[in-house]
């Protein structure tokens, strides 16, 4: 399920560099189709926005579906023979660990559905024919695709369609705190397009680093904050809809329209948002998109099975009413 905003914003206290110490360092920009911006104290410049360019433009050589020469798009578009590199590698073999975890229900093959289902927040769905399904159905399944040894990608059939954007945004800000590690820094925050990592704290208020959730009843002229958390030595990604939800005409009860993947069909899920705490943004990435297609009452059955994670999650009951689920380890990080 694709990702049509983020859900929380980050609160950056205002602070002055001190002479004694660590001086405050901050880079933001715009890259992957969206925004975003660094922090990190450090003793001296890093010349980060040099790193940052390169690390945006070889993920985006690598992953990125937008740019027809990109190795995925050549890939999509039926070349056999090229040999991916070792991010795309990396991404390919986080998806296959999300896609079996959630029993299918993570699936970066599930495009070709989506675009047939036409989807938006506000034009009614179209309503493929079993036919058309059927046919379609042929070309959804991260099964059929393989990473060989030569790094070349295998597909059953060569009309797979390939996207990695409901993981690749997590996985490049693990690629920038690798960078930040390698140059010993030991107080960062790193947001990209609402994908959070956190090191260490904010030396300037001896305190971890804040961020916070939406409030979901909110407007767009008048934002409001749900929740906040401290975030330490933690990966953190938000996916979800709750803006943009329907309402059934019959019950009454707000829902998001969702792909089964394993059925081909278009599903309603009751899961406004999904946010999760990981040991990394790719796999944090990965799995808030998986709870967005499992909707509630699977998501908490998946999580049972997970270890190292920990989700807020934002969703509506039967009687149309906005409820908060906080797992035990999110429930310590919220203030």
Avoid at 4 to 10: A, I, Q, R
Avoid at 180 to 202: P, T
Avoid at 268 to 288: F, I, Q
Wanted: charge should be negative.
């Amino acid at each position: 399920m694709k990702k049509f905003s983020v859900f929380f914003l980050l609160i950056f206290l205002s602070i002055s560099c001190k002479n004694d110490g660590p001086q405050v360092y901050t880079e933001t920009g715009e890259a992957l189709g969206t925004t975003y911006q660094v922090k990190y104290f450090s003793s001296e410049s890093l010349n980060t926005e040099k790193a940052l360019d390169s690390i945006f433009e070889v993920i985006n050589t690598s992953m990125s579906t937008y740019l027809d020469d990109s190795d995925i798009s050549r890939i999509n578009s039926g070349i056999e023979d090229i040999s991916v590199d070792v991010h795309f590698q990396k991404v390919f073999e986080y998806s296959r660990q999300v896609f079996k975890e959630s029993n299918g229900y993570f699936d970066p093959t599930v495009g070709n559905l989506v675009n047939a289902y036409g989807f938006g927040p506000e034009s009614p769905l179209n309503e493929p024919d079993d036919a058309v399904l059927d046919s379609i159905r042929q070309l959804v399944g991260f099964e059929k695709v393989n990473l060989t040894d030569n790094n070349t990608i295998q597909k059953e059939n060569p009309n797979i369609y390939l996207d990695f954007n409901a993981i690749a945004k997590g996985y490049t800000v693990d690629v920038i705190a690798e960078y930040l590690d390698s140059k010993n820094v030991e107080n960062y925050l790193i947001e990209l397009g609402g994908e959070l990592v956190a090191k260490g704290q904010n030396i300037e208020k001896e305190a971890d680093w804040m961020v916070a959730i939406d409030n979901p009843q909110q407007t767009d002229a008048d934002r409001t904050i749900q929740s906040v958390l401290a975030l330490k030595n933690r990966a953190m990604a938000t996916s979800g809809n709750y803006r943009k939800f329907r309402v059934d005409t019959t019950t009454g009860q707000r829902f998001v329209h969702t792909i089964n993947p394993l059925t081909g069909e278009a599903e309603k899920s009751d899961l406004l948002s999904a946010s999760v705490l990981a040991e990394n943004c790719t796999l944090a990435d990965g799995y808030a998109t998986a709870f967005m297609a499992l909707g509630y009452e699977k998501s908490l059955e998946m999580l049972e099975n997970l270890d190292n994670v920990d989700v807020y999650f934002i969703y509506s009951d039967k009687e149309e009413t906005i409820r908060v689920f906080a797992s035990e380890g999110f429930e310590e990080a919220l203030r």
